[in-house]
T-cell receptor, first 115, second 116 residues
Framework: GAVVSQHPSRVICKSGTSVKIECRSL??????MFWYRQFPKKSLMLMAT?????????EQGVEKDKFLINHASLTLSTLTVTSAHPEDSSFYIC???????????FGEGSWLTVV | AQSVTQPDIHITVSEGASLELRCNYS??????LFWYVQSPGQGLQLLLK??????LVQGIKGFEAEFKRSQSSFNLRKPSVHWSDAAEYFC??????????????FGRGTQLTVWP
């Protein structure tokens, strides 16, 4: 079946640096992907919609300049956390919508720890 | 705006017992509804979804859910729980259609513990 893969699964970075998380659809093309953030023992919060070939659409309250999203191909979206701070530490999950537009697959998630 | 309420933060059941996880949504039109399961530190696995049609939806792993418009509910059920069902369960609602169907709004989750 369809698979969405995220990389890295875990990353530790220093405060002030930037870190990139990749989300790939492995066996289908995804014109639209979605990024979520999950705090420990909390629900998932939708951050943005990643659109292939165009700018991402951010949810209210999400800093566009902090969380840069690039969807350069039909199988890859990247989330870059810029100038990371400890409060950015979280579990980031992406999802992708299949070409038929009625099935959503989630990646395995990426743990980000900022020290 | 759409929202999802999962009233139960934590539920404990004995193995073999029946299970019902509650989910209530708020949305003006007919929503798309989903149930996902998450094991610790892992991504989400889709259990089942409702778009339209039969209000009783069958999913994987023996789960089912019933959409009740009058109650704005989409409760998840399983007749006999297995120890491997212990996980976090999330109900989600999607208000968009088409290319932004994946814009989902999640409930806070229900942690299921299964006693042997």
């Amino acid at each position: 079946g369809a698979v969405v893969s995220q990389h890295p699964s875990r990353v530790i970075c220093k405060s002030g640096t930037s870190v990139k998380i990749e989300c790939r659809s492995l066996d289908f093309q995804a014109t639209t992907m979605f990024w979520y953030r999950q705090f420990p023992k909390k629900s998932l919060m939708l951050m943005a919609t990643s659109n292939e070939g165009s700018k991402a659409t951010y949810e209210q309250g999400v800093e566009k300049d902090k969380f840069l999203i690039n969807h350069a191909s039909l199988t890859l979206s990247t989330l870059t956390v810029t100038s990371a701070h400890p409060e950015d530490s979280s579990f980031y999950i992406c999802s992708a919508l299949t070409g038929t537009g009625n099935t959503i697959y989630f990646g395995e998630g990426s743990w980000l720890t900022v020290v | 705006a759409q929202s999802v309420t999962q009233p139960d933060i934590h539920i404990t059941v004995s193995e073999g017992a029946s299970l019902e996880l509650r989910c209530n949504y708020s949305y003006g039109a007919t929503p798309y509804l989903f149930w996902y399961v998450q094991s610790p530190g892992q991504g989400l696995q889709l259990l089942l979804k409702y778009f339209s049609g039969d209000t009783l939806v069958q999913g994987i792993k023996g789960f089912e859910a019933e959409f009740k418009r009058s109650q704005s509910s989409f409760n998840l059920r399983k007749p006999s729980v297995h120890w491997s069902d212990a996980a976090e369960y999330f109900c989600a609602v999607g208000a968009d259609r088409g290319s932004t169907l994946g814009r989902l709004y999640f409930g806070r989750g229900t942690q299921l513990t299964v006693w042997p």
